[in-house]
């Protein structure tokens, strides 16, 4: 199993940044991609950012430019780095890592974890 737990989160004005965490453990061994989701209230969960082990990036367009991931894997630790905060980012920020192929004696099967969220709320 991998824990993850985000912390961060909070009020913000518009045009303000936050630095979400996210740190994982238990077998971060086998954790390959790790990424953010967030949920908006009344509004599906939907992916914002994923990097890779390798460290490539992929961002949703809605926030290319703005949000930036990064990882420390000898640490075990996802960040989130966001600019230029608008009221529609505001939302429940989840945090997910992924086990593909690294542990297949353990994990068989490709595996999502999630954390519990992070909120953050942009006033305007």
């Known amino acids: 199993q991998v824990q993850l737990v985000e912390s961060g989160g909070g009020l913000v004005q518009a045009g303000g940044s936050l630095r979400l965490s996210c740190a994982a453990s238990?077998?971060?061994?086998?954790?390959?991609?790790m990424g953010w989701y967030r949920q908006a209230p009344g509004k599906e969960r939907e992916s914002v950012a994923h990097?890779?082990?390798?460290?490539?990036?992929n961002y949703a367009h809605s926030v290319k430019g703005r949000f930036t991931i990064s990882r420390d894997n000898a640490k075990n630790t996802l960040d989130l780095q966001i600019n230029r905060l608008k009221p529609d980012d505001t939302a429940v920020y989840y945090c997910?890592?992924?086990?593909?192929?690294?542990?297949?004696?353990?994990?068989?099967?490709?595996?999502?974890?999630w954390g519990k969220g992070t909120l953050v709320t942009v006033s305007s």
């Open positions: 238990g077998d971060t061994n086998c954790i390959s991609g």
């Open positions: 990097i890779t082990s390798g460290g490539s990036t």
């Open positions: 997910i890592a992924d086990i593909g192929s690294s542990c297949p004696a353990e994990y068989p099967y490709a595996m999502r974890f």
